[in-house]
């Protein structure tokens, strides 16, 4: 990148040099002198200011992928099927907490540390015995304690999908804490209800880190011999007949295997007023690791162990999906691209049904449209 800059920039240096080889010439020796020091200021001057715009066009030109969705979601046009669009929350972030003074801080720069690794929660509501069906493929989706209408929309459409092309699936719903005793009665009695609800015991509102590995956590000990897992978010629209065939095709590893959209070079956001800032202590890199968009990712199961193991020595990050590239990375584990990339989509334009039969993932904007889509490309044709 820099190198591209220094032609450049030495030509500028040269059109200077001369235009003021030309004013020394006319104003003699004396002024000659100062002018070169003045060229040496001004040439580190250009230098430093070349080197800050490359750095600002790289974050322009590479934004953050969920910077990136919000403005690639805003330009949907659902035109039959009619709906508000709910974009990510930018609050889908981990509240960083300070940890007590360190001694051997030279800076007073605060070093924050948190635990994302879920030994140190427990669940409240599980379903340890739902795992004794043995299923191919888990659906695990994160989800605030008060979305119910999310629930009960995936409850009616893909969740309630039990077997795909003869293999099992099972579906369940992972929180956090509830804002008090009348809601968690309410979540409790939704659990009695459905037998779908895990809930752990870390606050719910910007711990997404968190939330995510206690989903891997619940998938390593409450369900090992599942073939694979899926995290995927309560807005999603899912094909599982696609997303079977993609399991089930005999090219598809058993172990080590991740895909989604993958997300490549993602550069570390260092601007403190953005809202997926990262302080260099906790991530110190310059980029991310390759890692798969946070809306849906499916993995072998044997994965979700590994990475709660990783997630010991990954210093936790609010950014949860390039997190989890941190701790594959930690692993040895190359996030793969799926046969086909255009089956991951992050939204689609004007609703056509004929898209929906293509896709395995895309993005909707309310719980409501999801039952509507459901219906309309389930129907017969
Ligand atoms: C969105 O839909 C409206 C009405 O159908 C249309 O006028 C407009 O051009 C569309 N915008 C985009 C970006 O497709
Ligand atoms: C969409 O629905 C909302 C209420 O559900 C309504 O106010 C709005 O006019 C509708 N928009 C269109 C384009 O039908
Ligand atoms: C996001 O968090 C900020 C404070 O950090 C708050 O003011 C804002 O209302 C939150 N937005 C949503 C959508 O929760
Ligand atoms: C789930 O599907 C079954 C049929 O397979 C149906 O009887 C049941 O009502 C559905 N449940 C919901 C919540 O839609
Ligand atoms: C989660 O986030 C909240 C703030 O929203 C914070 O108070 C809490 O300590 C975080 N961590 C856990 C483990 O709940
Ligand atoms: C799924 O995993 C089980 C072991 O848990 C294994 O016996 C079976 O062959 C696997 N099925 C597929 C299709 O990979």
């Not at 459905?194 to 809930?199: A, C, E, F, I, Y």
Request: contains cysteine; charged residues 20%; positive net charge.
């Amino acid at each position: 990148m820099f190198l591209s800059f220094s032609r450049p920039l030495s030509v500028i240096q040269a059109v200077i040099r001369n235009l003021f080889h030309s004013l020394a010439q006319e104003r003699g020796p004396y002024m000659r002198h100062i002018k070169r020091t003045f060229i040496v200021l001004l040439t580190v001057a250009l230098l430093l200011y070349s080197v800050a715009y490359v750095s600002d066009f790289n974050f322009k030109t590479f934004t953050f992928p969920q910077a990136w969705l919000n403005k690639v979601i805003n330009q949907i046009n659902y035109t039959t099927i009619n709906s508000t669009l709910a974009v990510h929350t930018p609050n889908d972030s981990l509240q960083i907490q300070q940890r007590g003074t360190t001694v051997a801080q030279t800076t007073d720069i605060p070093v924050y540390y948190h635990v994302a690794h879920p030994s140190n929660y427990h669940f409240i509501l599980d379903e340890p015995d739902k795992c004794k069906q043995n299923p191919f493929l888990v659906l695990m989706v994160p989800v605030a304690p008060h979305q119910v209408d999310a629930r009960n929309a995936i409850r009616r459409t893909w969740g309630n999908e039990s077997s795909v092309q003869g293999k099992t699936l099972l579906t369940l719903f992972l929180v956090g804490l509830t804002g008090g005793p009348e809601a968690q009665q309410q979540l409790e009695e939704e659990s009695r209800q459905h037998r779908d609800l895990v809930q752990s015991n870390f606050v719910d509102s910007f711990n997404l880190t968190i939330k995510t590995m206690v989903i891997m956590d619940w998938l390593a000990t409450r369900c090992p011999q599942a073939n694979y897992s899926m995290k995927v978010d309560s807005d999603m629209y899912l094909n599982l007949e696609n997303l079977m065939s993609l399991l089930l095709a005999p090219n598809t590893p058993r172990q080590n295997y991740i895909t989604g959209m993958v997300m490549w070079d993602r550069p570390v956001i260092r601007d403190k007023s953005s809202k997926w800032y990262v302080s260099e202590e906790l991530y110190p890199e310059l980029k991310y690791p390759t890692y798969l968009l946070g809306m849906g990712y499916v993995f072998s199961n044997d994965l979700s162990k590994k990475l709660v193991e990783a997630s010991k020595v990954i210093k936790p990050f609010n950014i949860e999906d390039a997190y989890v590239g941190a701790c594959l990375k930690q692993l040895g584990v190359e996030p793969s691209s799926p046969p086909d990339p255009s089956k991951f989509k992050a939204y689609l334009g004007q609703y056509i049904r004929e898209d929906f039969f293509r896709v395995i993932t895309t993005i909707l904007g309310s719980p409501q449209q999801l039952i509507d889509i459901w219906k309309d490309v389930k129907r017969p044709t």
